[in-house]
């Protein structure tokens, strides 16, 4: 079956734009995870949902981000004004209800110029 | 959510040779082990796992080592191959939350 799909897989932005990343799971998990990864780094947790709710968005580092999952599926990361230390890697990754293996999509690289 | 620290940041091993990667952590909530393996341009893919209860576990090539009473787990892989050649980066998950907490990473370069 199909992994998690990311897409764009690349972004390049102007410093100040507007960006939305989306990230379709695996069919049937009810978790959904964004990661944020900097060059020569680990993940970084940024927020999780279970269905359509927000379950913990302790990770997300101001109020320029925020995410969406209104359907319980696929999810948007949206992110205001960027700025240029936005660049990154990020990840998405989904798994099933009571579970905790974490299924990675391939991630979207963003740039901020 | 304290941090999990790894070593070393890269290595190079020799084909057929053993690749040893370290963690630690603080944390004594944490109950889950992962380690991921993460080639360039792509995200990350579970390799193995590991929970508190055991002190190995081994998968093919590749075997966790625990040890509780140390806060340290670790990455042995037997025989290392030019394709193991990637970053691998340990990860845990506290009791009651869902989020990973990952290590820096470590490079593995395996020579043929």
């Known amino acids: 079956g199909a992994g998690v799909s990311q897409t764009p897989s690349n972004k390049v932005t102007e410093k100040g734009k507007y960006v939305e990343l989306r990230c379709d799971p695996i069919?049937?998990?009810?978790?959904l995870y964004w990661y944020r990864q900097s060059l020569g780094q680990g993940p970084e947790f940024l927020i999780y949902?279970?269905?359509?709710?927000?379950?913990?968005d302790s990770g997300l580092p101001n109020d320029r981000f925020f995410a969406v999952r209104p359907e319980g599926s696929v999810s948007t990361l949206k992110i205001q004004r960027t700025e240029r230390g936005d660049s990154a890697v990020y990840l998405c990754?989904?798994?099933?209800?009571?579970?905790?293996?974490?299924?990675f999509g391939p991630g979207t690289r963003l740039t901020v110029l | 959510q304290q941090q999990v620290k790894q070593s070393p940041q890269s290595l190079i091993v020799q084909k057929g040779g053993i690749s040893i990667i370290n963690c630690a952590y603080e944390?004594?909530?944490?109950?889950?082990f992962p380690w991921y393996q993460q080639f360039p341009g792509k995200g990350p893919a579970l390799l193995i796992a590991?929970?508190?209860?055991?002190s190995e576990k081994k998968e093919g090539r590749f075997t966790i080592s625990f040890n509780k009473s140390a806060k340290q787990f670790s990455l042995h892989i037997m025989d290392s191959q030019p394709g193991d050649s990637a970053t691998y980066f340990c990860?845990?998950?506290?009791?009651?939350?869902?989020?990973?907490?990952f290590g820096a990473g470590t490079r593995l370069a395996v020579h043929p």
């Open positions: 990754a989904s798994s099933l209800k009571g579970t905790d293996t974490q299924y």
């Open positions: 069919s049937g998990h009810t978790a």
């Open positions: 949902f279970q269905g359509t709710g927000a379950a913990d």
């Open positions: 944390n004594t909530a944490f109950d889950y």
């Open positions: 590991i929970r508190p209860d055991v």
């Open positions: 990860a845990a998950k506290a009791r009651g939350y869902n989020k990973l907490i």
